[in-house]
């Protein structure tokens, strides 16, 4: 387990090199200007010339990536251009508020997509399980932004459940979470289907039914345990999308959370907020898939690890 561990920190700092890499580049590549963006369209070209010196944007690309990667070796994510503070005080101002959203997303995703996926795989090919299958397709295909209006429409606006917009309560919480665990309740539903209809074929079921065991126990006790293996590695995958790719529902709902803070540096070429939140999004999904790694083998004790 521990050689396990190593081999995966290993990988994982190969990873988060690797994505350091190839966003630094993207984002050298661009055609905006940061020094530009920050001096105004109204500054003059030694004005701008001077701001790119300041922030050493004038170096060379690799110059500029090797500063980069000795800073954040001592745990230093840069400077914001635009706010002036360092990225690692914006990041971790916004952490709760998106560790609030991720939680409660994943919960609505797995909440639904295991009650909807045994549901069908208990009435499959019936009415009930073809139903499932298409309200999972539709979940998977809309668009966040759609689904987050749609609900802002009808449960905040007509129905008035829900406020609009905001932080803090837990009836902000609800609408930000269904939008983002819809999606992800698609796909589980699909894979709790295939996984639970292969497990409900396997001997030790139909022995235990021929024991004379209940359904509901055969279901929970029996079969929902092994079906839900491929869920695993799915939540730890999640981990790091919820952390990075809540941007369009953050923006909708007024979340104040990492995506927001991502989307504000977009729009203002700020680059070390975009590296820095791209590195700590790597940084979540490289956790959860090693958390999936380790906690898979103690829900089902037939997986060992070499």
């Keep these: 387990?521990?050689?396990?561990?190593?081999?995966?920190?290993?990988?994982?700092?190969?990873?988060?090199?690797?994505?350091?890499?190839?966003?630094?580049?993207?984002?050298?590549?661009?055609?905006?200007?940061?020094?530009?963006?920050?001096?105004?369209?109204?500054?003059?070209?030694?004005?701008?010339?001077?701001?790119?010196?300041?922030?050493?944007?004038?170096?060379?690309?690799?110059?500029?990536?090797?500063?980069?990667?000795?800073?954040?070796?001592?745990?230093?994510l840069g400077r914001s251009y635009a706010q002036k503070t360092d990225v690692w005080t914006l990041i971790v101002a916004r952490l709760p508020a998106t560790l609030t959203l991720m939680?409660?997303?994943?919960?609505?995703?797995?909440?639904?997509?295991?009650?909807?996926?045994?549901?069908?795989?208990?009435?499959?090919?019936?009415?009930?399980?073809?139903?499932?299958?298409?309200?999972?397709?539709?979940?998977?295909?809309?668009?966040?932004?759609?689904?987050?209006?749609?609900?802002?429409?009808?449960f905040a606006v007509t129905l008035g459940w829900f406020p609009m917009s905001g932080y803090g309560t837990l009836a902000h919480v609800v609408l930000p979470a269904t939008t983002l665990g819809v999606l992800g309740a698609g796909w589980y539903a699909r894979m709790v289907r295939s996984a639970m209809i292969d497990v409900l074929n396997q001997d030790y079921v139909r022995t235990a039914r021929a024991k004379g065991l209940s359904s509901h126990r055969i279901i929970f006790r029996h079969a929902l345990p092994n079906a839900i293996l491929p869920i695993i590695a799915m939540i730890g995958i999640d981990i790091g999308q919820f952390m990075g790719g809540?941007?369009?529902?953050e923006a909708v709902y007024g979340w104040p959370g990492i995506g927001q803070?991502?989307?504000?540096?977009?729009?203002?070429?700020?680059?070390?907020?975009?590296?820095?939140?791209?590195?700590?999004?790597?940084?979540a999904i490289v956790i959860g898939n090693l958390l999936a790694d380790l906690i898979a083998p103690v829900i089902d004790p037939r997986i060992r690890t070499r």
Excluded: C, K
């Excluded at 803070?261 to 940084?283: C, E, F, H, K, R």
């Design 103 to 154: 939680l409660a997303g994943i919960a609505v995703e797995v909440i639904l997509g295991l009650t909807l996926g045994t549901i069908a795989a208990i009435r499959r090919g019936g009415f009930v399980d073809r139903l499932v299958m298409m309200a999972s397709f539709v979940g998977v295909s809309a668009p966040q932004f759609v689904v987050a209006l749609l609900l802002l429409y009808v």
């Design 261 to 283: 803070l991502a989307w504000q540096a977009i729009q203002q070429v700020d680059i070390p907020i975009i590296m820095g939140v791209t590195l700590t999004s790597a940084l």
């Design 246 to 249: 809540v941007v369009v529902v």
């Design 1 to 76: 387990m521990m050689f396990l561990v190593l081999r995966r920190l290993a990988q994982a700092f190969l990873i988060l090199l690797g994505v350091a890499a190839i966003t630094f580049v993207l984002l050298y590549a661009l055609p905006a200007d940061p020094a530009r963006m920050i001096a105004g369209r109204s500054a003059t070209a030694q004005t701008v010339a001077n701001i790119r010196h300041e922030l050493g944007l004038d170096q060379p690309l690799l110059v500029q990536f090797w500063h980069y990667l000795t800073n954040l070796l001592s745990g230093n």
